[in-house]
Nanobody, 123 residues
Framework: QVQLVESGGGLVQTGGSLRLSCAVSRGAFSLNAMGWFRQAPGKEREFVAGIRWSTGILLYGQSVKGRFTISRDIAKNTVYLQMNNLKPEDTAVYSC????????????????WGQGTQVTVSA
């Protein structure tokens, strides 16, 4: 069984930074990719960033490209999301997800999901 736990959310002013972490409590049999998604009140879930575990290939949602950086620590089975130059529109619950097998980084059919961490950016 794979369990994901996010941390690092909080309240920050516009232009500030936060670093989210997502730790895998139990290893996946085959860890193909991990990703970050977010959902704001009244909005659809949105792809933020994803990383293919073995190659380190990255993919970002257009709204965060150039501001956010996804990275991984293979030894710790942990994925990070460094968020810089935060904007009020970044306010959302951020969830990490794990895909065991080859597939799209930006679709919602990941195998495991964390419960989410709140990020709030004040204007």
């Amino acid at each position: 069984q794979v369990q994901l736990v996010e941390s690092g959310g909080g309240l920050v002013q516009t232009g500030g930074s936060l670093r989210l972490s997502c730790a895998v409590s139990r290893g996946a049999f085959s860890l193909n990719a991990m990703g970050w998604f977010r959902q704001a009140p009244g909005k659809e879930r949105e792809f933020v960033a994803g990383i293919r575990w073995s190659t380190g290939i990255l993919l970002y949602g257009q709204s965060v490209k150039g501001r956010f950086t996804i990275s991984r620590d293979i030894a710790k089975n942990t994925v990070y999301l460094q968020m810089n130059n935060l904007k009020p529109e970044d306010t959302a619950v951020y969830s990490c997800a794990l895909r065991e097998r080859l597939g799209s980084l930006q679709t919602y059919d990941y195998d495991y999901w964390g419960q989410g961490t709140q990020v709030t950016v004040s204007a």
